[in-house]
């Protein structure tokens, strides 16, 4: 068990460095070359396995390979898991470019049709502090039509800009957190803190008529997704 606590890191030349673990494929850490930490994260690796406000996850996966700056996850979800029907092989691959942009490259496969919209539930906070509201400047929210979202941190300079060819993007703001778990420097992750941007599918798009192929995976099909965040830092 202790295995699925061992970190993977991945780093480009620039100093951009994530974090990430087997339990949940979860990023714990992306750190900017200003030694700002962008995520949020547990202060004790073991919240992960329990990890109520799903920190940075996305299952229990298996480590299928690993360079100095990409890793790749698979996981096999066994039919009738929560009740979808099929089974699903899945994986995720996590890789930090010399541009300073992390890609989340997401695929999967089934041998019955069923549902799948994956996506990460990374909590970004470009203040770098838990226990200080995520403030919000959206410089450009034209997501809907080009898949792209701008979002800067007017007092740390820190940026994040979202591209995807997934047709939504949820966006929640941790309402949830309530202070009782602990963050990577010991402090409260209060209500807030932290956003996730998670690129999608429309959630609703199974009862949806005409939206309906965008969750449904027939066997002999694959899915693939792809989002990518490009980071921005004052030194």
Known sequence: MESELELVCLENGRGVRLECIRVGASITSLQLPNNTDVVLGFRDYKDYRTNSPYIGCIVVWKLKSQTSNEAVFEHASPAGTEGYPGTLSCTVTYRVTEESEVHLNYAATADAPTIV??????????????????????????????GQLIWMD???????????????????????????????????????????????????????EGARDQVILRPGERYTAKTVWKLSWKD
Request: aromatic share 12%; glycine share 10%; proline share 5%.
């Open 117 to 146: 919209s994956l996506t990460s539930h990374t909590y970004f906070n470009l203040a770098g502090k838990a226990r200080q509201l995520a403030i919000f400047w959206i410089t450009s929210f034209v997501f809907l039509l080009t």
């Open 154 to 208: 007017p007092a740390s300079g820190n940026g994040v800009e979202v591209y995807s060819d997934q047709p939504g993007m949820q966006l929640y703001t941790g309402n949830f957190l309530d202070g009782s778990h602990t963050g990577r420097a010991g402090e409260p992750m209060a209500r807030h803190c932290g956003v996730c941007l998670e690129t999608q599918a429309w959630p609703n798009a199974i009862n949806i």
